[in-house]
């Protein structure tokens, strides 16, 4: 599956979703490469990236104009924050890029 997604969301707002698997067994959830590009001026984008394996978000902050790659494995969610970087901003805007692999188990 790929996906290109833009996004915007008010500087200062919390736990909005990029990502979410569906309950499904763990084998089942997607594994592959994600890339989130802050394509703002005025605010750091803070990712929370959670993995079945570990259970654990795991955040990266992407300042201004810049990215960040990421492999993932059994993917459970991708969450997004915003911070006024300059303290005034008004909006971060983005985008979310996703090349995931699902397993298709037959029974």
């Not at 978000?57 to 915003?82: G, M, N, R």
């Amino acid at each position: 599956m790929k996906r290109c997604v833009p996004f915007r969301a008010p500087c200062g707002s919390e736990d909005n979703n990029l990502f979410l698997a569906p309950s499904a067994p763990e084998s089942s959830l997607p594994s592959g490469i994600i890339s989130v590009v802050n394509t703002g001026s005025d605010c750091d984008i803070t990712i929370s990236v959670t993995e079945f394996d570990s259970g654990v978000a795991v955040d990266y902050t992407i300042i201004p104009q810049s990215s960040v790659v990421i492999e993932v494995s059994e993917l459970v969610s991708i969450i997004y924050s915003c911070v006024a970087s300059t303290g005034t901003g008004d909006f971060c805007t983005g985008t979310f890029e996703a090349d995931l692999q699902y397993t298709v188990m037959s029974s």
